[in-house]
Each structure stands twice: as C-alpha cells, then as structure tokens.
C-alpha cells in the first residue's frame, strides 16, 4: 500500500503541474508529458490494485465508461478501443522501446536502427525535422516509409513508438525521448 500512496502523490503532483502549465498557456509539450506520465502511474495503481483484489476472489472489468469491482469475472479488454488510447497501451509502448531501442543501437543495420540514427543525427544540426528531410537523410533505405510509420505509432507488432509527427514535423515521443537521448549519447562515446 505504501507503493500505490506514493503513486498517487506523483500523481497529484503531476495533475498539479499540469493544471499550472495549462493556465501559462505556451507549456504544451511539458504539459503533455506530464500528462502521459500521469496515465502511467494510474495505471501502475490500477494493476497493484486489481493484483490486490485478486487475492481477495475480485477482479476489475471494464462496463461501458466506468470501472467497477465485480466478484468472479475475469478482466475484459474493451475491443472497440484503439491501441494508445489507454493508460495500458501508453505503459506496453513504453516498456517495448525500452527493450528493443538499446538493441537497434547495438545493430546499425536494422532499418530502425538507421531512421532513428539518422532522426537524432538531424536533430542536432536542425530544431526542427520534416518527414522529408528524415526521407532524404535515409535515401538508401528501400522501405522508410513502412519502417517509420511503425516507429510513430502504436500496435502490436510496431517496432516501438519512438516518434510524434505534427503537421510534418517529428519529434521524440514525449515518454521515451530522454530514454533514447542518453541511449545515443551513451553510443556516441
């Protein structure tokens, strides 16, 4: 119980910082980070909380909006709900980069491997990455655009979400982004 207090300590925090960047007006991608690591920690307290409840015979289910606690039934998974729209989603990417990325830098040549190196490569010679200049700059991949499109988004069988597109530009997933900068730093040296 003393992990699942201090999970919700965090998370007040985080809803706090976030209601304070929300009213500064110009803090979207802080507030959005603080956001996705919101979600996370709801849903490390839901897991501890139903593996609790388990052992008292009950289990989480999902009926229509609302959780609600229902002795003997198993937990249903609402398949009308899109991959990464769910606190579960966010948590299984997450956990998937951080398994797969220090393994595509280890391997350069994996397509992956090279989009990424060529995105944080650009990212330090430029503020701001087009979808064309990361093309150009891996002009001898035969297949970037299926690779990238399963390094922006979510599912199961994607290479791991590492990149946000908005309007053409990408950037690093708010969740993974410092996980992947010490990673490349790491490699660098």
């Given at each position: 119980m003393k992990n699942i207090s201090a999970q919700f300590s965090g998370l007040k925090d985080n809803l706090e910082s976030v209601a304070f960047l929300v009213s500064k007006g110009n803090s979207e991608k802080e507030a959005h980070a603080k956001i996705?690591?919101?979600?996370?920690?709801?849903?490390q307290i839901e897991s501890e909380i139903n593996e609790l409840l388990k052992t008292k015979g009950f289990n989480l289910t999902k009926t229509s909006e609302l959780k609600t606690i229902n002795p003997s039934h198993t937990e249903q998974k609402d398949s009308a709900i899109p991959m990464g729209n769910n606190s579960n989603d966010i948590v299984i990417e997450i956990e998937k980069v951080k398994r797969k990325v220090p393994r595509w830098f280890k391997n350069q040549s994996?397509?992956?491997?090279t989009i990424l190196n060529c995105f944080l490569e650009l990212s330090e010679q430029n503020s701001q990455i087009t979808v064309q200049m990361l093309r150009n700059k891996c002009h001898v991949l035969k297949d970037?655009?299926?690779n990238y499109n399963q390094m922006k988004n979510f599912g199961e069988k994607n290479h791991g979400k590492v990149f946000e597109e908005s309007n053409g530009t990408i950037t690093l997933w708010e969740p993974v982004k410092e996980f992947i900068l010490e990673l490349y730093k790491k490699q660098k040296v």
């Open positions: 996705v690591q919101s979600l996370v920690l709801l849903s994996q397509y992956n491997s970037f655009a299926g």
